[in-house]
């Protein structure tokens, strides 16, 4: 089953207005997660480093102003778009690494797409 | 920088058919893993294989195979007798430790994408 878990799987927002998406580690912690975001027919783009318990670092071009992560405890971190507008329309996925097994393990949500009308 | 090409933005196969998806890939790190991820039209990423930089071996999953050569930076992967259910977009992956080694969390840096598409 899954180990991440993300909500909404896919949300329809006015514009203007802010829209939560919640990341979830179902069966372990996860002291980082990282956000991703996907244009249509594109590749997946690194948005921001989620760290429990400090500030989220965010990549170059991404407004920390307008996608508010907040990663409160070990096994969750949200992504709040606020003020939301159509060109944030977009699907949003998170990951996660379980960091008790050996390797390199990154579980990712199912993801969330977001539709701003 | 770390940085992963796949070359192919598109392509489209008969059914039964064998194809190959291309991967090429940038790094420093003498240490790092790379992905191969399938991704349907739901959107949802399936998660395909695993490699590691101290693994050169060639994996064969059922019908899927892959071919790591780090002499080249290359990793691709091959579908064999393709399939119809095999029509999505693949994604090759590279990831890089964040925090301190061996206790830190892992990001990704995604190729374009190939979309393949399995013909009847």
């Known amino acids: 089953g899954a180990v991440v878990s993300q909500h909404p799987s896919r949300v329809i927002c006015k514009s203007g207005t802010s829209v939560k998406i919640e990341c979830r580690s179902l069966d372990f912690q996860a002291t980082t997660m990282f956000w991703y975001r996907q244009f249509p027919k594109k590749s997946l783009m690194l948005m921001a480093t989620s760290n429990e318990g400090s500030k989220a670092t965010y990549e170059q071009g991404v407004e920390k102003d307008k996608f508010l992560i907040n990663h409160a405890s070990l096994t969750l971190s949200t992504l709040t778009v606020t003020s939301a507008h159509p060109e944030d329309s977009s699907f949003y996925i998170c990951s996660a690494s379980d960091l008790r097994q050996s390797g390199n393990t990154i579980y990712f949500g199912e993801g969330s797409w977001l539709t701003v009308v | 920088a770390q940085k992963v090409t796949q070359a192919q933005t598109e392509i489209s196969v008969v059914e039964k058919e064998d194809v190959t998806l291309d991967c090429v890939y940038e790094t420093r790190d003498t240490t790092y893993y790379l992905f191969w991820y399938k991704q349907p039209p739901s959107g949802e990423l399936v998660f395909l294989i695993r490699?590691?930089?101290?693994?050169?071996q060639n994996e064969i999953s059922g019908r899927y195979s892959w071919n790591f050569q780090k002499s080249t930076s290359s990793f691709n992967f091959t579908i064999t007798a393709s399939q119809v259910v095999d029509s999505a977009v693949y994604f090759c992956a590279l990831s890089e430790e964040v925090g301190y080694s061996g206790a830190g969390s892992y990001q990704l840096t995604f190729g374009k994408g190939t979309k393949l598409s399995v013909i009847p």
């Open positions: 490699r590691n930089s101290f693994d050169e």
